[in-house]
C-alpha cells in the first residue's frame, strides 16, 4: 500500500486532483469529510461536543451548528485545544478503518487541507500540492464560490504560503489553466510515479541509485530533510537520529542524485524494517534501504546506537560530512577525493 498526501491552498484546486485520482483507481479519504462524520446527529462525536460547550452548538435540526461552534473555539486557544482533543481522535479511528478497508496493494490519497500548517507531511510516503497564482485563486473563489475579492484574499492570506508548501512537496502540481491541463498531469503522475512505487512498495523492491556525478540541485538538502523525517516518524521509538550524508550533503560537490541516509537506530531489526518500508524505503540487504520512488533514488544505512562498534561508525561517518562541509575550498579543489571520504560505506 502506497500512502500520500494531498494538499493545496483554497481556490488551488485540490477536488480536481482528488476527483481524477478516484477516477484512476485511488482510494481517497477526505480529511474534511470525516471531520463531518464524526460530529453528525446521532454521533458520539457530537454529544461529547455538547457536553462540552453546550446546547448553543446545535442548530434547530439538532446538528452542529459550526458558525456558533467558531465563536466559542476559534477566540481561545483552551477551548480549541478541548474541540481537537474531542475531533481529533475520532478523526484518526475513522481514517485508520478506512486504510484498513482499502486493498493490499493500493494507492491511499489523504485528502488533507491543513497537512502543511498541521506539519504532517512526514506522515506520508509522497506529498502532493496543488497550487495556482493568487490572483486565479481569488477569481475561482468569486467566480465559483460567491465569496468577495477581500474574503478571498484574506482566507489565502490566512494559510500557508508557497515557501512552506513547496518545503513539504514531492510533488508539485501548477493549475494556472483549463481543469484539462490539471488533468493531464494527474494522469501522467499516476501512471509515471504513483503505480510504479506502489508496485516497488508492495514487491519491496528500490529504485536503482544513479552513479552519475551531476552538479548539486538548489534543493538538495529540503529533499533529504523531507525524506529524514519520515524515517524518523515511522521509525518512532526504534529511531535516535536520521542524518543526511554521503556527497550529496556537501553543499557545492557534484554528486550522484542520490540521497543518502544514515539512521541511528535504539533497535534495528524486522519492525523497523516494516516501519521504513511502509514509508517507501524497502530493505536491499542487512542494515540498507532503499527508495520505492521510481522519482527519488535514496540509500539508507542503519547503524547500531547501542553497539559501540556502530556507534563509532556512526560518529566517524558525521565526523567526515562535518568536515567537507567545513571546508568548501577542498570540495572546490579536488571533489573527486571529497566525494570518496563522504561516501556511504
Partial sequence: MLRLGLTGGIGAGKSTVAETLTELGAVVIDADRIAREVVEPGTDG?????????????????ALDRP?????????????????????PRIGARTAE??????????????????????????FALVVVVDAPVDVRVARLRDNRGMSVEDARARIAAQADDEARRAAADVWL?????????????????????????????????TPAPTDVVAP???????????????????????RRVEHVGPGAIPGLPAPDVVDLLVEAVRPGDELAEAFLSAGFPRTGPGRHGSADPARPARVLVLDGKSRREAKRVKAIVEARDRARQDPDRVAADPAAVRAEVALP
Fill in 46 to 62: 457530537l454529544a461529547a461536543v455538547v457536553e462540552a460547550f453546550g446546547e448553543d452548538v446545535l442548530d434547530d435540526d439538532g
Fill in 68 to 88: 456558533a461552534l467558531g465563536q466559542i473555539v476559534f477566540a481561545d486557544d483552551a477551548k480549541r485545544q478541548q474541540l481537537n482533543g474531542i475531533l481529533h
Fill in 98 to 123: 478506512m486504510v484498513a478497508e482499502a486493498p493490499d496493494d493500493a494507492v491511499v490519497v489523504h485528502d488533507v487541507p491543513l497537512l502543511v500548517e498541521n506539519g504532517m507531511g512526514a506522515a
Fill in 174 to 206: 501548477e493549475n494556472a489553466g483549463a481543469a484539462g491541463a490539471l488533468r493531464e498531469q494527474v494522469e501522467r503522475l499516476w501512471h509515471e510515479r504513483l503505480v510504479p512505487f506502489a508496485q516497488n512498495v508492495e514487491h519491496g523492491e528500490a
Fill in 217 to 239: 540541485a538548489d534543493d538538495r538538502d529540503v529533499v533529504a530533510r523531507r525524506l529524514a523525517a519520515r524515517l524518523a516518524v515511522v521509525g518512532g521509538e526504534h529511531v
